[in-house]
């Protein structure tokens, strides 16, 4: 009768390294095959010495996005609102373009634009505009 040999407990009887470790391994070479196509498809450093550099990159890209920005009549009365997300609100938020026309930023296209459009509020926020500037 032959006894089974006993083995560590980081072996099998054959020798090879345990199923478990050999997917870690398996792992780190898709790992390193997924950076090496990161690196010709984006142009990504190859020497060592760029090695801070690969990581600046790979952690850029797996960070997480920014928060999206939460529209509110104070983001559409903003001047430092960029003028993109003021077309956006123009665009898809109808409660709020009776405020774009409080915003200072508004261009005419965009007044002209939300005048068009409507919505709830905008006729009178365009009579007070108008009213305002005929004060002045």
Same mark, same amino acid.
Not at 52 to 81: F, G, K
Not at 120 to 130: A, D, N, T, W, Y
């Given at each position: ?13 054959? *020798?090879? !390294? +345990? ?18 196509? %990161?690196?010709?498809? =984006?142009? %990504?450093?190859? #020497?060592?010495?760029? #090695?801070?550099?690969? =990581? ?7 960070? +997480?996005?920014?928060? !999206? ?21 123009? =665009?898809?938020? +109808? ?11 508004? *261009? ?9 459009? *409507?919505? +709830?509020?905008?006729? #009178? ?9 005929? =004060?002045?």
């Amino acid at each position: 009768m032959v006894k089974p040999r006993v083995t560590a407990w980081h072996t099998t009887i054959d *020798g090879a !390294p +345990p199923r478990r470790a050999r997917h870690r391994c398996h792992a780190r070479h898709r790992a390193d095959h997924r950076l090496a196509r %990161l690196r010709q498809q =984006q142009r %990504l450093p190859r #020497h060592a010495a760029a #090695h801070t550099a690969d =990581q600046r990159y790979i952690n850029d890209m797996t960070a +997480p996005p920014e928060p !999206p920005l939460v529209l509110t009549p104070a983001v559409a009365c903003s001047p430092d609102t960029g003028e993109d997300v003021l077309w956006h609100i123009a =665009q898809h938020v +109808p409660e709020l373009r009776r405020w774009l026309v409080a915003n200072p930023k508004a *261009g005419a296209a965009l007044l002209e634009y939300v005048s068009q459009a *409507g919505g +709830p509020g905008v006729r #009178h926020s365009l009579e007070i505009l108008l009213e305002s500037l005929e =004060q002045e």
